[in-house]
């Protein structure tokens, strides 16, 4: 009885449909230095930027977003996606 190996099933497309969305992470690391902005210049409207963005822009971006349905990358892509510098700036 020989066996007889199993089909491979033709990879599947993937892409990253949030790949522009990425560098919206460095907003978060940013806010703060908005707050220290106005405290250096003496102009103390800066310093509302964060709270604002952090109650008011984010969950606002994140609902126009919307949820992420994709399940990430099949592990065939993992070493292209590794090497792609676009995601090295973004991080």
Do not use: H, I, N
Not at 26 to 34: G, N, S, V
Not at 72 to 80: I, S
Request: charged share 20%; proline share 13%.
């Amino acid at each position: 009885m020989s066996a007889t190996p199993p089909e491979t099933a033709p990879p599947v497309p993937w892409r990253d449909t949030k790949r522009r969305l990425w560098p919206l992470g460095l907003l978060t690391t940013f806010l703060p230095f908005l707050g220290g902005l106005g405290a250096a210049t003496g102009l103390g409207g800066y310093g509302w930027w964060a709270p604002q963005a952090g109650l008011l822009l984010v969950p606002v971006l994140d609902w126009r977003v919307g949820a992420d349905r994709c399940v990430g990358p099949p592990r065939d892509r993992a070493a292209e996606l590794q090497r792609d510098p676009y995601y090295r700036r973004c991080l």
